[in-house]
Nanobody
């Protein structure tokens, strides 16, 4: 059973924008810690951004800071990643992960912290 579904990926020119969405028909994401990771071809999966379950605090990787914004849409039950000023190095498959507070183990915005995953959405930044 697919627990999380990502959408919004595609082909965009350098300098352009995309908005990725992560949604679930099972979980109420408002109450979950959620993160976006990405994996470029030939590279390991890396953290992009995460948002807490409680106070909405956020974290961004240095490579995307000031360009990307993570947010929760409570009405739509989505976690969005607004990406702007995209660069070729942002090209990757983007995945969202989620974990309820009861299952968190204090590992921060790391891949090991998140128990539920989507299948990813591809982002290609190219002219």
């Amino acid at each position: 059973q697919v627990q999380l579904v990502e959408s919004g990926g595609g082909l965009v020119q350098p300098g352009g924008s995309l908005r990725l969405s992560c949604t679930s028909s099972i979980f109420t994401l408002e109450y979950y810690a959620v993160a976006w990771f990405r994996q470029a071809p030939g590279k390991e999966r890396e953290i992009v951004s995460c948002i807490s379950a409680s106070d909405g605090s956020t974290y961004y990787a240095d490579s995307v800071k000031s360009r990307f914004t993570i947010s929760k849409d409570v009405l739509l039950n989505t976690v969005n990643l607004q990406m702007s000023s995209l660069k070729s190095e942002d090209t990757a498959d983007y995945y969202c992960g989620a974990v309820p507070p009861a299952l968190m183990s204090g590992r921060g915005c790391t891949e090991e912290e998140y128990d539920y995953w989507g299948q990813g959405t591809q982002v290609t930044v190219s002219s």
